[in-house]
C-alpha cells in the first residue's frame, strides 16, 4: 500500500518501465492515481527506492520523498513478473 493515500497503485508494463532492481528500484513515468468523485490524487516518483510525491497530492506526504517499504513480490502473477524482468 502507498505510504501516502493508503491505496494500492497499478503498474502497467505497457507505459511503466522498471529497472529491475528489487533493492532500490526505479520506476518511469511517474504514478498518477486519482478519483475524481472524491477529489484523491496521489501522484508520484520511484527512483533509486525512494518515492517523491508531487505537490499536487491531496494527502500529508505531498512535496516529500520518502524510503520506499518492502514490496513482497510473491503475490504478483509470475507472467507479470516475467515481462517486467524483460524491460
Known amino acids: 500500500l502507498c505510504p501516502g493515500c493508503g491505496y494500492e ?28 468523485q472524491n477529489h484523491h490524487r496521489c501522484h508520484s516518483y520511484i527512483t533509486n527506492g525512494k518515492i517523491k510525491f508531487e505537490q499536487d497530492c491531496w494527502h500529508n506526504l505531498k512535496g516529500q520523498t520518502v524510503d520506499l517499504t518492502n514490496v513482497d513480490l510473491s503475490h504478483f502473477d509470475p507472467e507479470y513478473i516475467e515481462i517486467l524482468n524483460k524491460q
Open 9 to 36: 497503485h497499478a503498474f502497467s508494463p505497457s507505459v511503466h518501465k522498471w529497472n529491475g532492481d528489487t533493492e532500490k528500484p526505479t520506476v518511469t513515468p511517474s504514478l498518477l492515481n486519482s478519483n475524481p
